[in-house]
């Protein structure tokens, strides 16, 4: 019981020590830049309407497609120890065969370029 308050007596107590140390080392000279809000790089007193790339959009769509390939993918070296684990190998090469292709194909057509 007594290493229980030592311990949350010491937690406290630096907590309270590095939030004060904080407050007293923090430079508070707010500018025009750190009071505006940020607007993922646009001017936030501009119109709201502007134009966006679908080049975003892309690659937006890229990483899901990607990070849920992987989730797909993540119990397969589990799922070898199944009856048929050379079934489970051949979906999940069909698997990355599909996207590999898809990304060769988009790759090939240009939609990979930033730059237009």
Do not use: H
Request: some cysteine; charged content about 10%; glycine content about 6%.
């Amino acid at each position: 019981m007594n290493m229980i308050m030592f311990m949350i007596t010491l937690s406290l107590g630096l907590s309270i020590a590095l939030t004060a140390l904080n407050f007293w080392l923090a430079q508070m000279t707010p500018d025009s830049e750190k009071l505006s809000p940020y607007e993922c790089g646009f001017d936030p007193l501009g119109s709201a309407r502007l134009p966006f790339s679908i080049r975003f959009f892309l690659v937006a769509i890229l990483f899901l497609l990607f990070d849920l390939e992987i989730a797909l993918l993540l119990p397969l070296p589990w799922a070898t120890q199944l009856q048929s684990p050379m079934t489970t190998l051949m979906w999940t090469s069909a698997l990355i065969l599909l996207l590999t292709l898809g990304l060769v194909y988009e790759w090939a057509q240009g939609g990979l370029e930033w730059a237009e």
